[in-house]
């Protein structure tokens, strides 16, 4: 999820053979609604990682510190 | 700063694309035109984007090192592999960690002594806000940070009015430490940003009226640019891709959107203001005394358990339980020698002089874990002698465990000669006391009685926290419908009665 167009994630993507798609939210809209981004102007979202469970409701909200090394500790919490 | 030496001061300025900018100041006072600085490779320096330099000597070596704290990357050290008149940076940036291995994180850092322990340490500031303190657990020119400590909290992201007043710095803090109102404490001065919006006087009867009238317009333009969007989102993932004149309509429409938006938000009841402050966090004098500036508990800089002069000696003695190990107490005696003055670390062979001895008087239930260390290098005897002369100042540091309690005295000796160039004064032994063990109030953990009374209180929170407007664990996740990177269009109702997450990231293109 990022305020990038399809065509940016579509590189991205293919570039980083990522599996899951990545979504557009240009006009900001999710990010707001997830406290992502305090503005509808805001440049860019901040690195949230929310996990959704089955029932709509927010799992676990979780703030990115550590770009490269959250990964795994995230995959841990999903198993 | 003075970057080469040569009694001018230059400036050293980082940026956004993450390259350091010098500009160097000529005899008649001007500056030259700004330049990379280039690595021994013979790159521009980069370690991250929005980068800050800070220039200080690292390792002791004489020359001045870089310290660049970056956006999102960490806090880096360039080391000077040439001299202080012609510096050279070396090829690969050096990434600063605590002692414990954690990478030490901030948009801006600098060093200094926080504490009043007489030790560099690191004070970092943040993009998203707040500043943390690494304590300098190891020397000066060997620093070991320890865990961050908040003294200013990060910045809630929640949307505020100018008229709810200023509370506190904002986002990307940069941080400095100088004693502003001189009263012998160190203080905090702290650069920020901060979005905050205004509410206006309403609108006139003729203003209602056309922000009416322009409302319908600026939909339609609104509705015509998404409508391109989607024509042009239709085309990702097909072979091809977009083509040049659905992209031309985009821009265009957009182009039309964007000047009826900026009419609309000229009616807008609200107005965003970006403001850049410099906040100043004094601290308050110690014994409660209250003190200016938005504090809300006292603090005192570290003052040494215990002292005693000799001649144009002192000796002090500062102890601090280590945070990471609370029964582990780091030990630095300091002996200040006026000037004109010097003691021995090494003598020659049968001289007769005496050399600095630190030594431990350890009562049962204390146990030595790590022996003195002197951190003054010295400087050789001038008279060509083997001997290492120090002058000003001679640290020693070691480091003790608690593992009883005791009745009797931890105390420290040091036995040394102090000399100027005519005479010598006989050899003395100052010995000076930590105080017994006892157990802390209300824990099982152990203390040194002196000690304890002498560690600083620190800040822990400056600015009430206001929350934050992030989506919390609980609360019913929002819906959404959003074209993916295949051109599909991908909805919450997709995944109902799946696990799904949701990742937030910055930028197609780039790590993390």
């Not at chain 1, 676990?60 to 841990?76: C, F, N, R, V, Y």
């Not at chain 2, 940076?89 to 291995?101: H, I, N, Q, Y």
């Not at chain 2, 005696?333 to 670390?345: C, N, P, Q, S, V």
């Not at chain 2, 992030?470 to 991908?490: C, H, K, N, W, Y």
């Amino acid at each position: 999820m990022s305020f990038d167009s399809p065509e940016a994630n579509r590189s991205f993507a293919e570039k980083n053979g990522f599996e899951f798609p990545l979504l557009s939210d240009e006009k900001r809209e999710l990010a707001l609604a997830y406290g992502a981004c305090p503005e509808s102007d805001a440049r860019f979202p901040a690195r949230l990682t929310f996990v959704i469970g089955p029932d709509g409701i927010v799992e676990q909200s979780i703030e990115t510190k550590d770009p490269a090394g959250q990964a795994q500790a995230i995959l841990d919490l999903l198993d | 700063m003075d970057y080469d030496g040569d009694g001018d001061l230059d400036i050293l300025s980082g940026s956004y694309t993450g390259e350091v900018y010098l500009f160097e100041r000529t005899q008649d006072g001007q500056f030259l035109q700004g330049r990379y600085l280039l690595n021994t490779a013979g790159t521009p320096l980069k370690t991250g984007t929005s980068v800050t330099p800070e220039a200080l000597d690292m390792d002791a070596d004489g020359d001045l090192d870089l310290v660049i704290g970056t956006r999102s990357s960490g806090v880096f050290m360039v080391l000077n592999e040439g001299s202080r008149r012609e510096p050279r940076w070396a090829p690969e940036p050096t990434r600063l960690l605590t002692a414990a291995g954690e990478r030490i994180e901030g948009s801006n850092a600098h060093h200094a002594d926080w504490d009043g322990d007489g030790l560099r340490d690191l004070i970092v500031g943040n993009e998203s806000g707040g500043v943390v303190w690494h304590r300098n657990l190891g020397h000066n020119d060997s620093p070991s940070y320890g865990v961050a400590a908040t003294l200013v909290e990060t910045y809630s992201c929640q949307r505020r009015s100018e008229s709810d007043g200023r509370s506190g710095s904002g986002s990307r803090t940069k941080v400095h430490v100088t004693d502003w109102n001189g009263d012998g404490l160190v203080d905090l001065l702290v650069g920020d940003v901060q979005f905050l919006y205004e509410s206006l006087p309403p609108l006139t009867r003729e203003e209602t009226a056309a922000a009416l009238a322009l409302q319908p317009v600026y939909d339609a333009a609104k509705e015509a640019y998404w409508a391109e969007v989607e024509v042009r989102d239709s085309y990702v993932g097909k072979p091809g891709g977009i083509p040049d004149e659905v992209k031309a309509r985009c821009a265009a429409a957009l182009e039309k959107f964007n000047l009826l938006l900026a009419q609309v938000i000229a009616f807008d009841s609200t107005k965003e203001h970006i403001h850049g402050w410099v906040w100043l966090y004094l601290r308050a004098a110690p014994e409660g005394q209250s003190a200016a500036g938005q504090i809300e508990s006292s603090v005192s800089v570290r003052r040494p358990v215990d002292q005693e002069e000799y001649g144009p000696t002192k000796l002090e003695l500062f102890a601090s339980p280590l945070q990471q190990d609370e029964s582990v107490v780091r030990v630095r005696a300091r002996l200040t020698i006026e000037d004109g003055w010097h003691t021995y670390k090494t003598v020659p062979a049968a001289s007769g002089y005496v050399p600095m001895q630190p030594s431990l008087d350890l009562p049962t239930g204390v146990e030595l874990i790590r022996d003195w260390q002197c951190a003054s290098k010295g400087v050789p005897d001038r008279s060509g002698g083997a001997g290492i002369w120090v002058r000003d100042q001679a640290e020693f540091t070691c480091e003790v465990r608690l593992l009883e309690e005791t009745d009797e005295d931890v105390a420290v000796q040091l036995e040394f000669q102090v000399c100027d160039h005519n005479l010598c004064l006989p050899p003395q032994t100052l010995r000076l006391s930590l105080g017994n063990v006892v157990r802390k109030a209300g824990s099982p953990g152990l203390r040194l009685a002196k000690v304890d009374a002498m560690l600083p209180r620190f800040v822990k929170r400056w600015i009430p926290s206001k929350g934050s407007s992030i989506m919390a664990p609980g609360m019913t996740a929002p819906e959404f419908s959003l074209t993916d990177d295949q051109g599909v269009q991908r909805s919450s109702s997709d995944f109902a009665g799946q696990r799904y997450l949701l990742w937030f990231y910055p930028k197609a293109g780039t790590p993390g």
